[in-house]
């Protein structure tokens, strides 16, 4: 075991600190005065005050020079979810978060904030408002849920005030904003196929959309509020706009931004989600023989057409957080940062 690392010194490891999430952590830590070291299987740009470390996080040998004289580490790296590699998943958000908390205790970090996801208690059916106090889901969406579930709770229960290692997990939902390679990309990939014209269910449910900046403050607020007296240790958190939104008024106003048509006619949810699962079972069955990518997978369905949003009030309780942007902000942020996704471009 290594000695601590000198408590609030301002050095930070930014795990997955590459993606989307992560860049806009990254540049938001440098903002506020941090040296940080950025462990990522890819390098996607160079800032002044990040020193990039190249590797797998399954590999302890790789991690360890990241994590030397950081007392504070981000761990916001996972494969992403529209993968059905549960092996994967398996290796990276299980084995490897494993891997991260042991690397820790190693190097003397004293926080890990872990990037959770608030659909770690979403099965496929509606949550209003839901509160961190509802069950991990029993039966998981998908294997990304289910991995992210079992990482979580490994983070949540490593934490040890006794031996100065203390933990916290945030739980976003639906994060968007620029560089954004999933939400916009999809939507728009799928307008340009001309799939956008139906409203799956009447198109009243309601879903938190993130602006990633929300995101981020979540996470540094939750950093800088993790000490042995807090009630924050130990415990995950939901970070959302707290603006739950229309899922097909949402999609409308980022389609409708960028220049397409907003999706009019509406189809009965059970429908679709018949058919989407239909067509999963096919895709399953004839996945020896060819590989089929259907647009409308039961999870997308499920996603498109359940009101899924949560409470944000223990955040705002225990960390004193609030949005700083807001969510029409944030959506004319995000489609201004997209020129080359216009409907002509
Ligand atoms: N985006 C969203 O709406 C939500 C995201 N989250 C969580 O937020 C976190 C960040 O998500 P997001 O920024 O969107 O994801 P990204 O895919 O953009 O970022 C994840 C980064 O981790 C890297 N990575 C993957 N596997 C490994 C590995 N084995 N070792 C080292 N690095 C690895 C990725 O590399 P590569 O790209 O090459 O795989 C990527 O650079 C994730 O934990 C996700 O579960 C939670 C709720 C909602
Ligand atoms: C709220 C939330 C969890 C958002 C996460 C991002 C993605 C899961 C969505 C981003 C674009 C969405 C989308 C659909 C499903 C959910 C997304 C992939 C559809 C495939 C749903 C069915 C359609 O009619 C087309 C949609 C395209 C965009």
Request: glycine share 8%; proline share 6%; hydrophobic share 40%.
């Amino acid at each position: 075991m290594a000695t601590r690392v000198r408590p609030g010194n301002k050095r930070c490891a930014v795990i997955g600190g590459s993606g989307f999430l992560g860049r806009h952590l990254v540049e938001k830590l440098l903002d506020k005065g941090y040296t940080v070291s950025v462990f990522d299987i890819r390098q996607s740009y160079e800032l002044p005050g990040v020193t990039f470390h190249l590797g797998d996080l399954c590999d302890p040998q790789a991690l360890a020079p990241a994590l030397r004289d950081v007392s504070l580490v981000f761990h916001c790296a996972s494969p992403a979810p529209g993968s059905d590699n549960r092996a994967l998943f398996e290796t990276v958000n299980i084995k490897g978060t494993r891997t991260v908390i042991q690397a820790c205790a190693e190097a003397g970090v004293q926080k890990l904030v872990l990037t959770s996801s608030a659909s770690v208690v979403f099965e496929g059916t509606d949550i209003k408002n839901g509160g961190e106090d509802l069950p991990y889901a029993k039966k998981p969406i998908d294997y990304y849920t289910e991995t992210k579930i079992e990482q979580e709770k490994l983070v949540l229960a490593a934490c040890d005030k006794e031996k100065g290692f203390l933990t916290v997990a945030i739980r976003p939902h639906g994060i968007f904003g620029p560089r954004d390679p999933q939400l916009v990309p999809i939507l728009v990939d799928t307008a340009r196929r001309g799939k956008m014209k139906f409203i799956i269910g009447d198109g009243t449910n309601l879903v938190d959309f993130t602006f990633v900046e929300n995101v981020v403050h979540g996470h540094i607020l939750a950093a800088e509020r993790l000490r042995a007296d807090s009630p924050i240790c130990g415990k995950p958190y939901h970070i959302t706009n707290d603006e739950p939104v229309r899922f097909w008024d949402f999609m409308s106003d980022v389609l409708v931004g960028l220049g397409y048509a907003a999706p009019r006619y509406h189809l009965p949810y059970t429908l679709v989600y018949g058919l989407a699962l239909l067509l999963w079972l096919l895709a399953l069955i004839l996945r020896p023989l060819v590989s089929i990518k259907p647009t409308f997978t039961p999870m997308r369905v499920a996603l498109a057409g359940t009101h899924h949003y949560y409470s944000c009030e223990r955040a705002k309780q225990d960390m004193g957080y609030k949005p700083v942007v807001g969510l029409k902000e944030g959506i004319a942020r995000t489609v201004q940062s997209y020129p080359h996704l216009r409907q002509g471009a």
